[in-house]
Structure formats: structure tokens, C-alpha cells
């Protein structure tokens, strides 16, 4: 396993921070916990590691170090928790995508931090003639022509997502069943597509795959949401603001809605 020194504090962050959450679902004393180390006991917990470990954080600990699970790569714990813990396993797919986002974008920021670097270190030896003044209007001028790059795209409508599931889940009854059906009239989502979404993170991947939705393109799903909770319409606008986009207009809409029903 790769030190935690070699990952961005962004993705640290986020991993510590997924941990905390899953402790607050499986601890020791509850019978998922027992379970929990039931199943990854022998294969990959030894006796020695399973009576070592007292807590989550342990359990990751461990884990990472026999190199069984990974910074953004919690494939085999997760589909053993999924058996005794579904909420937890959905939990920790979740940030995943998140983390793998993240990696992503440092991935593609590291070779313009470096760049960035050379440029500095050869404006200090021989760019100083140039006047404060003349740097600040430049550096504005860059940072209000700046645009959003695809990852940062991706992980813009990744975070939205996330948002997004946290407004509206399969455990909120009327709400829950409510955008189903608005799935199934507004996308034509047959009986077999809408049993395999689970979470808003299954259905906008199934609305994708569909064609139905694209990153920095959610008027269909601003359709499906609005009738059910606006504030959910103005989280999706806030994040395409995020992408530097225009959200679709409220008239663009209802004439979208009118030619769907036509």
C-alpha cells in the first residue's frame, strides 16, 4: 500500500472522514460488528488481526496495510459488508467515487503544479521588473478567464450527486416512490431499469447510460425532481454554476415538458 504521503490531503481527507461515518453504523458491541468480523475472519483477518481490532478505524487500518483495500479502492470490504450492512456498503461506494474523483483531478493537477512551480522560480531571477499592479491585474484577469476543466467537472456532478442523495433516498416513502414514477413517465424507465435504482447515485448513472443526462446537462432530471422538492432543482443549479454554466431557463423548461407530452 502506497503511504498516505503520497496521496493529497483532499483525498485523505475525504477517507477519514467516510470512516468516521461508517463507525457511527458498525461498532463493537452491535451485531453487525460481530458479523462484520465474522465474514473476514480467516480470509483476510488471521486470529492475531481479528482480536487486534476494536474499532472501524482499526479495521481500515489493517486492511490497508495487508494491502486489501486501497485509497479509493474498497471493492472487497465492501461487497463483504454489503451482506450484513447494505446502508454502510452503499456508504462506502459512495466515497469512493468521490475519492477516485479526487485522484483523478490530482492526477491532472500534479504536471501544472510543477509548471507552475518552474514559472514562479523563473519570474523571481529575471521577471521582477514587472509592477505589483501589473501582477494583480493579470492574475484577475486569469482567474475570471478560467475555465472549469473536465475533471473538475466530473467531480463538481459527483459532489452533486452526493448532495443530492442526501435530500432524497429510497428511505424517504412518498418522495422516494414519487420520483420512481416520475421516472417512469417522463424517461419511459420500464419495470426492470427502475428495480435496479436503488439510490439517486444508481438512478443519474441509469439516466447516463440513457442518454437521458450528461455531465453540466440535467434539464431531464430537473424534470423528474422538480414536482417533488424544488430545493432540489436549485442544488443542481448551484452546482452548474459550479461548471460554469447557465441554468436552464424556467421558460426553456416548460416549453421541454410541453413538446414531451405533445
Known amino acids: 500500500m502506497a503511504s498516505s504521503g503520497s496521496y493529497s490531503e ?14 457511527d453504523m458498525i461498532f463493537e458491541g452491535c451485531d453487525c460488528w460481530d458479523k462484520l468480523l465474522g465474514i473476514l475472519s480467516g480470509s483476510p483477518l488471521t486470529p492475531k488481526e481479528k482480536g487486534s481490532i476494536k474499532s472501524i478505524h482499526d479495521l481500515f487500518e489493517v486492511l490497508m496495510m495487508k494491502q486489501e483495500i486501497n485509497y479509493g479502492d474498497y471493492e472487497k470490504l465492501r461487497k463483504k459488508m454489503s451482506v450484513i450492512h447494505k446502508l454502510a456498503a452503499t456508504k462506502i461506494k459512495n466515497y469512493e467515487s468521490k475519492i477516485q474523483t479526487q485522484l ?26 514587472r509592477s505589483a499592479k501589473g501582477d494583480s491585474k493579470g492574475r484577475k484577469r486569469r482567474e475570471s478567464s478560467r475555465t472549469v476543466t473536465d475533471v473538475e467537472k466530473r467531480k463538481l456532478h459527483a459532489d452533486m450527486v452526493q448532495e443530492l442523495s442526501e ?32 439510490d439517486m447515485f444508481s438512478a443519474c448513472k441509469k439516466m447516463m447510460a440513457k442518454g437521458k443526462i ?13 414536482p417533488i422538492d424544488k ?9 452548474l454554476k459550479k461548471m460554469g454554466i447557465e441554468p436552464t431557463p ?11 407530452s405533445s
Open 104 to 129: 483523478e483531478l490530482d492526477e491532472e493537477e500534479s504536471p501544472k503544479v510543477e509548471k507552475s512551480r518552474r514559472s514562479e522560480n523563473k519570474e523571481e531571477t529575471g521577471g521582477r521588473l
Open 250 to 260: 424556467k421558460k426553456k423548461l416548460m416549453r421541454t415538458r410541453s413538446s414531451d
Open 10 to 23: 483532499q483525498v485523505i481527507d475525504l477517507h477519514n472522514k467516510m470512516v468516521l461515518e461508517i463507525s
Open 167 to 198: 435530500e432524497l433516498s429510497m428511505h424517504m416513502g412518498d418522495e422516494w416512490a414519487s420520483f420512481k414514477n416520475n421516472m417512469r413517465y417522463k424517461l419511459s424507465f420500464g419495470g426492470a431499469v427502475l428495480e435496479g435504482i436503488t
Open 214 to 226: 450528461d455531465i453540466g446537462k440535467y434539464d431531464k432530471l430537473i424534470e423528474v425532481v422538480e
Open 231 to 239: 430545493n432540489l432543482v436549485d442544488i443542481i443549479n448551484e452546482y
